[in-house]
C-alpha cells in the first residue's frame, strides 16, 4: 500500500532529496506501480538518455539492402528496416518471441530481444502519409520537411524542431498550431510572416519580438498586446514605423546583426516573467498554455492533471513522459501518442495497456515487445490468448517488483544510443570521460565535416537579394564551430520569400542556442525583482537579470 502523506525520499541516483506528495502518490496507486526510486531530474536525463532525434547515420536496410539514413549507429547493435519493408507483412516479428525467465531480471531479458528484433531505422512514416520528408525524425502527416524532428501535420518546414500545424517556416522551436511564415521562431502560435520571435502569439509581419500578442507590424517590442507600428513598444505612425525598418535592412545579414544586438539591449530593460505560462491555472513549469493542474512540466500545450512532463499537446493525467500527443494515464514513456496506459513504452502510439514496448503501434495488452504491429495479448513478442496473458502478466509484475524494475524506466546504461547522441546531453552535457565513468555509452563515430569548404563566410553575399541560385552548390563553413554545412533549395526558396540573409553557422549551432534561450527541464529558485517573493524559474541570473513573479508581469503587462 503506498503511502497517502508527502514524503521525502533520497534519490537513488544521485544521492539528492525529493518530495512525493499526496498527489503523486494517488497517481501511483491508480496506475498500479510503485513510488519512484528517482528524483524527477534523475527520471528525466534516464528518458532522455533514450532519445536521438537528430543524429543520423548512413545504414543498409537488412531486409531489401537499400541504402537509408538511421537514428541507430552500425555499431549500436541494433538491427533496422527501412520504412517500406518494417510496415509491411514480408516479416513476421512473432518469430523472435520467446518464454519469460522468471530466474532473470526483466530489463536483462528485455535488452536482448530489442537488440534482435529489427526495428524502424528512422520514425517517420515518409512515403506512408507524409511526402517527401525522408530526413526528418519522429515526423508524420507531414508534406516537404527538411530536417525537422518531433512534428506532425507540417507542410514546407525546415531545420525545426517540435511542430504542429504549421506552413513555410524555417529554424523553429514549438510552432505549436496555425503558424505560417515564420523564421527564428520560438514557442508562438497562430503568428504570420514573423521572424525572430519569442513567446508570442496571433501576431503578424514581426520581427524581434518577445511576448506580444494579437500585434501586428511591431518591431523589437515587449510584452504588447493588441498594437500596430510600434518600434520599441512606442507607436509610431505607419509612414515612420516602415521608414525605421527599412533603416535596419533586415534582408541583410549586417542588419539582421544589429537588430539582434539592439534587441538584445532593450531586451535587459525590462523584466522576464519567471514562467511562461498563458491562459494555465493551477501550474508550475515553463512554456504552458491552455493548461491546467500540471506541475514542473514545460512546453506543453492543452495539457490537464500532469507532473514531470515535456513537449506535449493535449496530454491527461499523465506523470514523466517525454514528447506525447494526447495521451492518457501515460507514465515514464516516449511518445505514447494517442494511448492509453502507457508504461515504460518507446514510440508506441494508438495502443492501450501497453508495458515496456518499443515500436509497437496500435497494439493492446502488450508487455515487452519490439516491433510488433496491431497485437493483443503478447508478451516478449510471444501470443498468449486472453485468459493465458491475464494469468502470467501479475506473475511477471509481481517478480519485477521483487527486483526493483516494475514501474522503473530502463536503464540509461542500457540505452542503445550513444549519451552524446541524446536529449540528455542538451540538458545535462558529459564529457565522455564522465559518460563512461556513469556507465553510459558514448558513440565514438559522429562525423563533424570539416575542410571542404567552398564558399567562405567572407564571400556569402551580405543581402538575399544578390545571392545566386548556385548557392545550392557551395559548401559553407559554420563561423562557430567549422563544420561545413550546404544550403538546399527548399530554404532558400524560404529565404528569399521572407528576405532572410544566409544563416552563417550551421543548423546544430542553430539549434544549440534556441536550446540554450529556452532552459527546459529545471526550475530555479530566485525573488520577484518587484515584490520580493520568491519564485521558481528557469532564468540564471548571469543571462536574465530581472524576473517577476507572474502576479506582477500580469499587473505590469497583460
Known amino acids: 500500500m503506498l503511502s497517502m502523506v508527502s514524503e521525502d525520499r533520497k534519490c537513488q541516483n544521485c544521492n539528492d532529496n525529493f518530495t512525493i506528495d499526496l498527489d503523486d502518490f494517488s497517481f501511483y496507486e491508480k496506475i498500479g506501480v510503485p513510488a519512484p526510486t528517482f528524483c524527477p531530474k534523475c527520471r528525466m536525463i534516464r528518458r532522455m538518455a533514450w532519445r536521438n ?29 527501412c520504412n517500406a519493408c518494417w510496415w509491411s507483412d514480408d516479416w513476421d516479428s512473432y518469430e523472435y518471441g520467446r518464454d519469460y525467465d522468471f530466474s532473470r531480471p526483466f530489463f536483462e531479458q ?21 511526402t517527401n520528408c525522408e530526413y526528418t525524425s519522429d515526423c508524420f502527416y507531414s508534406k516537404d520537411c527538411y530536417m525537422t524532428f518531433v512534428v506532425w501535420k507540417q507542410d514546407g518546414v525546415s531545420y525545426s524542431r517540435y511542430g504542429m500545424n504549421s506552413t513555410d517556416c524555417g529554424d523553429c522551436s514549438s510552432v505549436m498550431g496555425g503558424n505560417e511564415l515564420v523564421y527564428e521562431g520560438i514557442f508562438v502560435r497562430d503568428c504570420y510572416d514573423c521572424r525572430y520571435i519569442e513567446s508570442c502569439t496571433g501576431l503578424t509581419s514581426s520581427s524581434f519580438c518577445y511576448d506580444c500578442r494579437g500585434c501586428s507590424d511591431c518591431f523589437m517590442c515587449i510584452g504588447l498586446r493588441q498594437q500596430q507600428y ?36 532593450f531586451q535587459h530593460q525590462f523584466p522576464r516573467r519567471a514562467n511562461y505560462l498563458v491562459n494555465c491555472v493551477a501550474s508550475t513549469g515553463h512554456e504552458l498554455a491552455n493548461s491546467k493542474n500540471m506541475k514542473e512540466c514545460y512546453n506543453i500545450a492543452d495539457g490537464e492533471n500532469c507532473a514531470y512532463s515535456m513537449h506535449a499537446d493535449s496530454p491527461k493525467d499523465s506523470y514523466d513522459f517525454l514528447v506525447a500527443g494526447e495521451c492518457e494515464q501515460a507514465y515514464e514513456s516516449l511518445t505514447p501518442d494517442n ?21 509497437c503501434p496500435t497494439s493492446n495488452n502488450i508487455f515487452g515487445s519490439v516491433s510488433v504491429r496491431k497485437g493483443e495479448y503478447i508478451i516478449l ?11 502470467l502478466l501479475p506473475e511477471i509484475i509481481k517478480h519485477m517488483k521483487e527486483t526493483g524494475e516494475y514501474g522503473e524506466f530502463m536503464p540509461a546504461q542500457m540505452s542503445f544510443f550513444g549519451y552524446n547522441e541524446t536529449m540528455a546531453q ?17 558513440q565514438g563515430d559522429l562525423v563533424k565535416p570539416l575542410g571542404s569548404t567552398t564558399l567562405p563566410v567572407i564571400d556569402i553575399p551580405n543581402d538575399i537579394i544578390d545571392v545566386s541560385d548556385s548557392v545550392v552548390d557551395e559548401v559553407l563553413e559554420c563561423a562557430e564551430c567549422k563544420r561545413n554545412y550546404r544550403i538546399v533549395q527548399q530554404e532558400l526558396k524560404l529565404y528569399r520569400r521572407m528576405r532572410i540573409p544566409i544563416p552563417r553557422k550551421c543548423f546544430q549551432c542553430r539549434i544549440d542556442r534556441r536550446i540554450n534561450v529556452r532552459s527546459l527541464g529545471r526550475l530555479l529558485f530566485r525573488n520577484c525583482g518587484k515584490c520580493e517573493a520568491e519564485v521558481r524559474t528557469p532564468y540564471q541570473k548571469e543571462h536574465v537579470a530581472t524576473v517577476w513573479c507572474n502576479d506582477c508581469y500580469k499587473k505590469g503587462f497583460d
Request: one cysteine or more.
Open 339 to 359: 494511448s492509453y496506459r502507457s508504461l515504460g513504452t518507446i514510440f508506441s502510439n494508438k495502443s492501450s495497456y501497453s508495458r515496456y514496448t518499443l515500436h
Open 110 to 130: 528485455y535488452n536482448e530481444l530489442m537488440r534482435e528484433v529489427p526495428v524502424l531505422a528512422l520514425m517517420n512514416d515518409n512515403r506512408i502519409t507524409s
Open 426 to 442: 542538451e540538458v545535462m552535457p558529459l564529457t565522455k570521460d564522465q559518460a563512461i565513468e556513469k556507465g553510459y555509452n558514448w
Open 53 to 81: 532525434d537528430m543524429v543520423f547515420h548512413r545504414r543498409t536496410c537488412e531486409h531489401c539492402s537499400k541504402k537509408v539514413i538511421s537514428v541507430h549507429a552500425e555499431n549500436n547493435g541494433m538491427r533496422i528496416f
Open 230 to 265: 510600434c518600434f520599441k513598444n512606442e507607436q509610431f505612425t505607419k509612414e515612420h514605423y516602415f521608414k525605421k525598418i527599412e533603416e535596419y535592412q533586415l534582408s541583410t545579414y549586417s542588419g539582421v546583426q544589429r537588430a539582434t544586438l539592439d534587441f538584445s539591449e
Open 381 to 391: 513478442n510471444k501470443r498468449y490468448t486472453k485468459e493465458e496473458y491475464e494469468e
